[in-house]
């Protein structure tokens, strides 16, 4: 390549990683990126460098990560807040019967008639009145509607030129629910949409939309927007229909009492998809919706796969830290591995569980009284109670608790030959792809160690934390196998061991997974944390589920000396190109749809943002809407 353009080449990069991930933050991690390109090049790129360049390389406390301000950055708060300020406005909704899904909020003061005041601020396209109350003399509220308007005022448009072309009327039902829930704020509707979504099953074309992930959150009750349009995939969807049959009968395999096993398992289906344009800052491999807890016990959820976002990884599957044969073996196998991951992750993970609640009425959904505490041997004597979610109760933990509550319930069941062959596959592939699940799940544990802050010991990413917290847990294993075998000479007992790092020359590490010994000592291990993680979660026990989780996570020394290497061998991260659609008319006047494909490149990755959001950014909402919105 020409010297010339190699600043060229670099600013495309980060225009393109901009544009992917909505904006200077890496939507796996929640870390800022900083450019790989000497500085004094970069001033031949871009004329508005000097306005730019000082927030683009800060390396400051405050502006390296999504956190509460001042330890990072949120567009959830305003920068005074506090997460006490947090939790005293969380409080107050509980008790008002609110959800924060769709809010942010602002400290307006500290003292107003000698109380704290907020601004809870609603997403809506229309400005509805203001509405003020006290909370228990500790606070003012006032309850603003319009937050995002002019950005919603176009979804509620385009959505209510889609009317006319809906399926059926229980299609246009959903897309007016939609259509109420952007224009006002309100969470029933979207509730009521989601339950439409959930009963029209399995669609040639799946729409949903909505603020529905909380992990750019960093108090995990407040969500980032998203808006897809997928198409089926009958073959791939067909795979896994036996999966979904034997559901009911796989969650009784899992490792609780049966009181904490949900009545039903709360997945409907599992469906493969292909996007056909997914708005948001991350676009996922499989998701579990609703995330309305009420909604998933009464109507259960549907999983869905995206078959694209799983190729992508296919062709740029990570293998550093891995031997040879092990690298070829998850070259091989690793996009199969990761669908069945996924498949049991979403299904039988998110989808299991019951959680222990009391409604307005002091009514139980359990034996209260009776039940016994598997980790303390007393009875249970805390649930969740009316106005109380999953998210509002477990706060800044509840993302990573879950995820790898999920992870885990992925691997037990790669372990399981009725739950692998209700997925296709058995004997001797059967084996090989669990245990390349397995190796997966260890590497993807030990790679995120690079984004754990050793100064204030925080995660700055859910699944980073679950994946590292299951790492933790089967290490653990590991010593205590390899201790109980120290009789044995040192070369059988090497061999043995169930887990293994080799620090190599050239600044080298390798891992290894001993196949041999995932059922006879992983899978305790395993089935140990699954217990312990629904546990704490079915009974809102909030306080022992952190301290144990936060435990659990907390990187040592003898890993923390790894994180210069895993560094070194970094690759770069795949991205996701988006075609767009537009709508032309000919000389005839009739209307037809036209599809625009993009390279895959840095510079496809911009032409295809340019193409789908340039109407947008040349005036259509302010920056700074936009970057309020994720």
Not at 87 to 112: C, F, G, P, Y
Not at 391 to 408: D, H, K, P, Y
Not at 443 to 463: K, V
Request: a negative charge.
């Amino acid at each position: 390549m020409n010297q010339e353009m190699e600043p060229f080449r670099f600013f495309s990069k980060l225009g393109s990683g901009y544009t992917v991930n909505i904006f200077r933050v890496y939507m796996s991690d929640d870390m800022f990126c900083v450019l790989d390109l000497q500085e004094d090049k970069r001033r031949t790129v871009l004329d508005l460098w000097d306005k730019t360049r000082e927030k683009i390389y800060s390396l400051s406390s405050d502006e390296r990560r999504l956190d509460m301000p001042p330890d990072g950055l949120s567009a959830y708060y305003s920068n005074n807040m506090s997460l006490q300020d947090v939790q005293l406005v969380s409080d107050w909704m509980a008790e008002s019967d609110r959800e924060a899904w769709n809010t942010r909020v602002w400290k307006i003061s500290d003292q107003h008639d000698g109380l704290p005041e907020y601004e809870l601020r609603i997403a809506s396209a229309r400005s509805l009145p203001t509405k003020k109350y006290c909370y228990q003399n500790k606070c003012a509220i006032s309850v603003v509607y319009g937050d995002h308007k002019e950005d919603l005022e176009e979804v509620v448009r385009h959505l209510t030129n889609a009317c006319p072309y809906a399926e059926n009327d229980h299609q246009r039902e959903m897309l007016n629910c939609f259509i109420d829930y952007l224009e006002t704020g309100s969470i029933e509707s979207h509730k009521r949409s989601q339950i439409l979504w959930l009963q029209q099953g399995e669609s040639d074309i799946d729409v949903n939309i909505g603020f529905v992930e909380t992990y750019r959150d960093p108090y995990r009750c407040r969500a980032e927007f998203e808006g897809y349009v997928a198409l089926l995939n009958q073959t791939a969807s067909k795979q896994f229909r036996p999966l979904r049959e034997r559901a009911d009968y796989l969650m009784t395999l899992l490792p609780w009492p049966k009181v904490f096993h949900a009545e039903r398992i709360q997945s409907s289906d599992f469906s493969c998809l292909e996007i056909f344009t997914f708005a948001t800052g991350s676009v996922p491999a499989g998701v579990n919706l609703p995330n309305y807890e009420d909604v998933r016990v009464a109507h259960g959820t549907r999983n869905l796969c995206f078959l694209d976002v799983l190729y992508l990884k296919d062709q740029s599957f990570q293998t550093t830290l891995l031997y040879e044969e092990d690298a070829r073996s998850v070259q091989r196998m690793g996009h199969e591995a990761s669908m069945v991951q996924v498949a049991f992750h979403e299904l039988l993970g998110h989808g299991s569980g019951k959680l222990f609640m009391r409604n307005s009425k002091g009514q139980y959904n359990f034996p209260y009284g009776e039940v016994s505490h598997p980790i303390t041997g007393e009875l249970v004597a805390t649930c969740y109670g009316h106005g109380e979610t999953w998210n509002s109760v477990f706060g800044e933990i509840c993302s990573a608790f879950e995820e790898c509550r999920a992870e885990c319930v992925g691997l037990f069941f790669s372990t399981h030959p009725e739950a692998m062959e209700a997925v296709g596959y058995t004997g001797q592939r059967a084996e090989d792809l669990m245990f390349v699940n397995w190796l997966m799940m260890v590497r993807a544990g030990f790679l995120a160690i690079e984004i754990y802050s050793e100064d204030t010991g925080i995660w700055p990413q859910a699944h980073a934390q679950a994946r590292f917290a299951i790492l933790r847990t089967l290490l653990a294993a590991s010593e205590v196998d390899t201790e109980e075998n120290s009789g044995k000479d040192v070369e059988h007992q090497s061999k043995s061991s169930f887990i293994q790092f080799h620090r190599c020359e050239y600044r080298k590490v390798f891992l290894q997974v001993n196949r041999s010994k995932i059922r006879t000592v992983g899978v305790p291990a395993l089935k140990t944390l699954l217990m312990r993680l629904q546990v704490y979660r079915s009974t809102a026990d909030v306080t022992g589920g952190r301290e144990f989780f936060k435990r659990l996570t907390r990187v040592p020394k003898s890993l923390l000396a790894f994180k210069q290497l895993i560094a070194r061998n970094r690759r770069p991260r795949p991205m996701f190109v988006q075609a767009h659609t537009s709508l032309t008319t000919n000389k005839e006047g009739e209307s037809r749809v036209m599809l625009e494909e993009f390279s895959a490149t840095p510079l496809g990755i911009i032409e295809s943002s340019l193409a789908r959001f340039g109407d947008w950014a040349s005036g259509g909402s302010s920056g700074e809407n936009f970057t309020a919105v994720v």
